[in-house]
């Protein structure tokens, strides 16, 4: 079938790339207003259905290939499925598609059959393969086994995917499109009403009422810190510049987060749509996209993205005839978590080394090469296109008084659904956690969840039923940030928690002030000291060392806060002081007791043997590797305690639980 | 290093510079097409980057030492990055890192002595739901046990 763009973009009424049609995505969904060649709007028609699955003569198979159901085998499922379609001469279109936010239970393939309901059936092995197709194609059923939902009403047979607690609480704007259409596909993307937000911008609104919707939508940066998008695009379009630049920053590294790499895999023309509405609005002509180096897949998609777009005369010179020129381009970042701060993300596409610097001024004043620069996040932009077609009031009626719309999270951790998420603004997270996350797995109790990364902190039990907005979770101690939300069960030790935030800040500081750079070394030194053993001969010095850390901390992590030169090493703090506030327990209990409730600072950990239920196979001193298990053949063994380096290898290899540690 | 040699790397630099041009902005994108290549930016390279860029060769240095994607050691043909981050730390990620160290006989931060593997730490790749993950080159891999990472690697030999 011809594209969109051959049907409409036709000799007869001269439109070309030099002479743009602006109706060109009007055309699309409604067919042409130019001429009324009834075949051509048929045309139109039919590839609309044909594009949103609403009519089709084959079978359609859709597999999740972002990058999650790549690592869980949807190559090989997806191999396997044409192999048995070939075999039984079954003719059937696969379509790729990217994520629907399940990971949990990926690989997920959906099938729709021409006059059927698509229905999804998850964690699909190799093995299933044969089985799915004969169960669904050849007999028009249902295969039970690994069925999901159907996307249709629910019946007898199978459940309705929207009843499926995990997808029943959400409201998906962001996601909306994300594992249903082919992420490749830019004619699928418009029939899925794509673009018609740039549209409506640039042929109805002025610049500045773009900003003024935004503003009025009351959305919010979804990179952490919350800042107004339309008062940043407010600063950006008063400053009078011939050159101004557009920024999306996808360097997302906070550890947990993965929102803006599904986003980027799944739905990449939704964020281009918000770029050129955004440089639009503020008056830019050129934008980047800094994307990660750890995203392969991502930035190979949105290359392809933006290639296509310029096919379509939606990005370069006089887009839709509107005069509006954007040049769109990908920087590749090169590894380091600081490039998400805006000034060093600038630096680094400078070709410098990705460092902060001051504010003010800011970058919607003077950002890149000196010039008026905005620079929002993926979600953020992702948000723009919605805004703009179903309008601010519309937006603004989701969510809280102050945080409006939704917000993505990024399940993660000791979950049992684990995945992407999208939420209205002031849900609690006792329903982020037990409803759409299924509660923890293993019959496991809830401990605490680490929400906005490094930057954020841990919440417990006692404040689950907090409201998921930017204002409530500050005001527990923690932070919205990107997105992450990891959940810890019993088994997680808080003080080894802290370590590890602090151990990553303080390999990711960059080094140019101060207090970052040596005030988390240091703060990293005292927690590091905290589950060290005492020496056997009582060493004094480090006794005393460990006590003045922890009489110093609070003051370090205030120091650190106060005075650090970017976001980042103001908040690097907040892991440990979110833990001395809500785990403070804990922390004694290391420090009094000298004991590891959760079983995870090996220094403080002691390991024993239950004599009765030792039979003395011998298996465990054969494998310590120091010979501090002793016992004769056939007699219950023990441990030495002075000599044990807690390596864990007998607890591994006794096939009796014999072993145990406290 | 041989005169020819030198002359080769030379005119690869110079066709780099054109493609990406010779602006400050440019020299991320050409060391990473070096790195990529090359599997690092030697000396020699730096200063030709630095000359051709009309930059001094410190500022070179100073960016392909911050970047840990750019490296000005020789690495090995294939990188193997383990994630540790948080969520891959709870699931087990210090059993596969100590499977990945006894199969390829190195250290986090090595390479082996055929210049096969280089074995790093990243952080966060956003697999943290399917957890522990690591990457070897640009390939990810996801759910992995100490069995199942000695596994790929072993395919990938």
């Not at chain 1, 049992?416 to 982020?432: Q, R, Y």
């Not at chain 1, 019993?490 to 935030?501: G, I």
């Not at chain 1, 833990?579 to 209990?589: A, C, N, V």
Request: aromatic share 8%; glycine share 10%.
């Amino acid at each position: 079938m011809k594209s969109f763009f051959e049907l409409i973009y036709c000799k007869e009424c001269g439109h070309s790339l030099e002479n743009p049609y602006p109706e060109f995505i009007t055309c699309c969904t409604k067919g042409t207003l130019c001429h009324h060649d009834k075949n051509v709007d048929k045309e139109i028609e039919e590839y609309n259905k044909k594009l949103t699955y609403q009519k089709h003569n084959k079978p359609v198979i859709f597999i999740g290939m972002g990058t999650c159901g790549l690592a869980s085998g949807a190559g090989k499922v997806k191999v396997e499925i044409e192999n048995v379609l070939k075999e039984q001469k079954i003719k059937a279109d696969i379509v790729s598609v990217g994520c629907i936010g399940y990971c949990a239970k990926e690989p997920i393939v959906d099938i729709k059959l021409p006059d059927g309901d698509r229905v999804s059936y998850c964690e699909v092995t190799p093995k299933d393969v044969k089985e799915l197709i004969d169960t669904t194609i050849n007999k028009k059923g249902i295969y039970k086994k690994k069925v999901l939902g159907t996307f249709g009403e629910g019946n007898e047979e199978v459940t309705s995917i929207h009843d499926n607690p995990f997808f029943k609480y959400q409201k998906k704007i962001v996601l909306q499109n994300c594992g249903i259409i082919n992420p490749e596909s830019i004619d699928e993307y418009i029939a899925h009403g794509g673009f018609k937000g740039l549209d409506k911008a640039l042929r109805l609104m002025k610049p500045a009422e773009v900003v003024d919707e935004i503003l009025r939508s009351g959305l919010r940066g979804r990179g952490g810190g919350g800042f107004l998008t339309g008062k940043k695009w407010e600063f950006a379009l008063q400053q009078e510049s011939e050159q101004k630049y557009v920024i999306c920053n996808a360097d997302e590294g906070d550890p947990g987060a993965f929102m803006d790499r599904s986003v980027l895999e799944s739905d990449p023309y939704k964020l281009v749509e918000g770029m050129a509405i955004a440089a639009y609005a503020i008056g830019a002509s050129a934008g980047y996209i800094y994307c990660r180096a750890e995203y392969p897949l991502a930035i190979e998609r949105i290359n392809n993205t933006i290639n296509k777009c310029k096919e379509y005369g939606l990005l370069g010179k006089n887009i839709l005839g509107s005069g509006f020129n954007l040049e769109l381009k990908v920087k590749k970042g090169a590894g380091a978590f600081v490039c998400g701060e805006e000034t060093a993300l600038i630096a680094s596409i400078e070709g410098e080394r990705g460092m902060p610097r001051p504010r003010p001024p800011y970058p919607a004043v003077s950002g890149l090469w000196g010039k008026p620069t905005i620079i929002n996040n993926v979600e953020t932009l992702a948000n723009i296109a919605s805004i703009i077609v179903k309008g601010a009031d519309w937006f603004a009626s989701v969510g809280t008084e102050k945080s409006k719309g939704t917000k993505v999270f990024a399940l993660s951790g000791k979950i049992a659904n684990s995945g992407l998420i999208e939420v209205p603004m002031g849900v609690t997270l006792n329903d982020v956690i037990f409803k759409i996350g299924g509660g923890i797995p293993n019959g496991k109790k809830f401990k605490a969840v680490q929400i906005g990364g490094p930057s954020g902190g841990c919440l417990p039990e006692s404040v689950i039923e907090t409201s998921v907005d930017y204002e409530s979770l500050r005001e527990v101690g923690a932070m919205m940030g990107s997105g992450g939300f990891v959940v810890m069960d019993e088994d997680t030790c808080m003080v080894d928690v802290a370590r590890y935030f602090m151990t990553f800040i303080q390999n990711e500081s960059c080094g140019k002030c101060v207090p970052c750079r040596e005030g988390t070394k240091r703060m990293l030194e005292i927690i590091e000291r905290i589950p060290k053993k005492y020496q056997k001969d009582g060493n004094k010095l480090e006794q005393f060392q460990r006590f003045k850390g922890i009489i110093h901390l609070r003051r370090l992590a205030e120091v650190i806060q106060n005075t650090s030169l970017c976001g980042l090493g103001q908040s690097a703090p907040n892991p440990v002081l979110s833990g001395l506030k809500y785990f403070r327990h804990e922390y004694e209990e290391h420090l009094y007791e000298r004991k590891c409730s959760a079983g995870v600072c090996k220094d403080l950990l002691v390991y024993k043997i239950d004599p009765k239920a030792c039979t003395g196979c011998t298996v465990c001193a054969k494998k310590c590797p120091v010979e501090a298990i002793v016992g004769e053949k056939k007699h219950p063994h023990h441990i030495i305690v002075d000599k044990c380096i807690k390596c864990g290898l007998c607890y591994e290899n006794c096939k009796f639980n014999a072993i145990s540690f406290k | 290093m041989l005169i020819s040699e030198k002359q080769a790397l030379t005119e690869r630099v110079g066709m780099l510079v054109q493609k990406y041009g010779n602006s400050r902005s440019a020299l991320i994108p050409i060391l990473q097409d070096i790195q990529y290549n090359f599997k690092y930016v030697s000396d020699f390279e730096q200063q030709e980057v630095a000359r051709l860029l009309d930059i001094h060769p410190v500022e070179v240095y100073s960016v392909v030492s911050f970047y840990s994607f750019l490296s000005p050691n020789i690495r090995g043909k294939y990188i193997v990055r383990l994630c540790q981050t948080i969520s891959c730390e709870l699931s087990g990620k210090e059993k596969v890192a100590k499977a990945i160290e006894r199969e390829l006989g190195i250290k986090f931060g090595e390479t082996t002595k055929d210049k096969k593997f280089t074995l790093e730490y990243t952080n966060c790749m956003g697999m943290c739901d399917q957890s522990p993950a690591m990457m070897i080159n640009e390939k990810v891999y996801a759910n992995l046990t100490p069995e199942k990472a000695v596994q790929i690697l072993k395919e990938v030999k």
